[in-house]
């Protein structure tokens, strides 16, 4: 079984913003992570990994941008390390 993931893209030479990707799992990526004590507090995660498997800061959890405001703050998260491609976490449920 072939197991695709999804990443948001931030482009920093066009307006492409926030565009979810769906690609293979493999790539090594930081990841989303969002405060379980605020929802509009997001953070990469500490390393980079596979899908799934990279560590949140204490207080944070792999998630996925619920909003536009909360994926604006994603796109500054990632702009100020000069990242351009982050895990999004997908519930299963959702997919």
């Not at 990443?7 to 493999?26: E, N, P, Q």
């Not at 992570?33 to 204490?58: E, F, H, K, M, Y």
Request: proline letters at 3%; hydrophobic letters at 40%.
């Amino acid at each position: 079984m072939y197991v695709l993931c999804l990443k948001t893209l931030f482009s920093f030479h066009s307006y492409v913003i926030g565009r979810w990707v769906v690609l293979s799992c493999s790539e090594d990526l930081v990841h989303m992570c969002q405060s379980s004590a605020n929802i509009s507090d997001v953070a990469l995660s500490i390393d980079r990994g596979q899908w799934g498997t990279a560590q949140c800061p204490q207080g944070y959890a792999f998630s996925l941008p619920q909003t536009g405001y909360v994926n604006r703050k994603l796109y500054v998260a990632a702009t100020n390390t000069n990242t351009s491609h982050v895990w999004i976490n997908l519930p299963a449920s959702a997919k």
